[in-house]
């Protein structure tokens, strides 16, 4: 995929911003591979002529997209930052997993589009965020250091992605998930021997 052409950038944030809400609905709606242009840039208030002066085409459209649901992702849980113990480690990830639980809930369209976000250009900044996690993990003997951290990574990604989905569905339901029932899983991914979570 390719970026946006730098014209869309050159556009007021607010213009930008309504363009890329009525894209992210049309995509999240009829999926990525099967969304109208036509559609959305009709639905978006802009003509053809000027929809092609700002991106290449339909893909070039979805890369917007997709770049900023991600970013609205991480802009939801902030960057992770090194915690001072292993307490403060854990009260921060059980934050900011609800903190990401509860963006998706209110933000349905993100949701929706957020896996092919993350996958994305190898989803590099999501990457990042929990690469930052797994290593202060580390750091504080809270995760296991015996694999390969790339691994770890993967795997704790994999294992957010599904208790994401696992919590909403459950919530959608009308369902309370015990989330204990996660962190569970995260100690038993991360090793036991390295230190549990501290109650």
Known sequence: MTPPLPRFHRLPPEQRAAILAVAR?????????????????????????????????????????????????????????????????????????????RHLIEHPDDLALAPAAVAQN????????FGALVTDGQRL??????????????????AFSAADEWTLTGLAAGREPDREQVWTLLRGLWGREAGGRAH
């Open 141 to 158: 003997g809270v995760i296991r250091t015996d694999v390969d951290q790339d691994l770890l990574v993967t795997m704790t990604i994999a």
């Open 25 to 101: 609905q049309h995509f999240a709606e009829h999926g990525p591979q099967n969304a109208s242009y036509n559609r959305i840039i009709e639905a978006a208030g802009i003509s053809k002529t000027a929809a092609y002066h700002y991106f290449d085409g339909r893909e070039d459209l979805l890369t917007a997209v997709l770049d900023d649901v991600l970013a609205r992702l991480l802009g939801a849980l902030g960057a992770w930052t090194p915690a001072a113990d292993t307490p403060a480690f854990w009260t921060r990830l059980e934050g900011d997993a609800d903190t990401l639980s």
């Open 122 to 129: 190898g989803g590099t900044a999501w990457r990042d965020w």
